[in-house]
């Protein structure tokens, strides 16, 4: 799935890190620029540790400071009207 262009391949990129390929392998795999591929293995790796910490993402201020983690400032705040 990876090595073929489609519009499920973006989906299919978190999903092979997680289980364990590395930007190198999935950058052979698709041709994807690793610095692309970088930025979404830092999103996969935040997305993965609020999954699990079960942590208030209000209380923990994680919103306050989204610059630097991928997430817009003004998308951020907005999702938590």
């Keep these: 799935m ?10 299919a990129i ?3 890190m997680r289980n364990g390929l590395s930007v190198a392998q999935i950058h ?3 041709h ?3 610095w692309f591929l970088h930025c979404i ?3 996969v790796e935040t997305e993965d540790r ?4 079960g942590v208030d993402l209000v209380q923990s201020g ?3 400071k989204p610059s630097g ?8 705040r907005a999702s938590l009207n």
Aim: charged fraction near 25%; aromatic fraction near 14%; glycine fraction near 8%.
């Design 50 to 53: 609020l999954g699990f910490t």
């Design 69 to 76: 983690r991928g997430f817009p400032i003004a998308r951020s």
């Design 41 to 43: 293995s830092g999103l």
């Design 14 to 16: 978190p999903e092979a």
């Design 28 to 30: 052979e795999l698709t």
């Design 2 to 11: 990876l090595a073929r262009p489609d519009s499920e391949r973006i989906f």
């Design 32 to 34: 994807i620029d690793p």
């Design 62 to 64: 994680f919103w306050l």
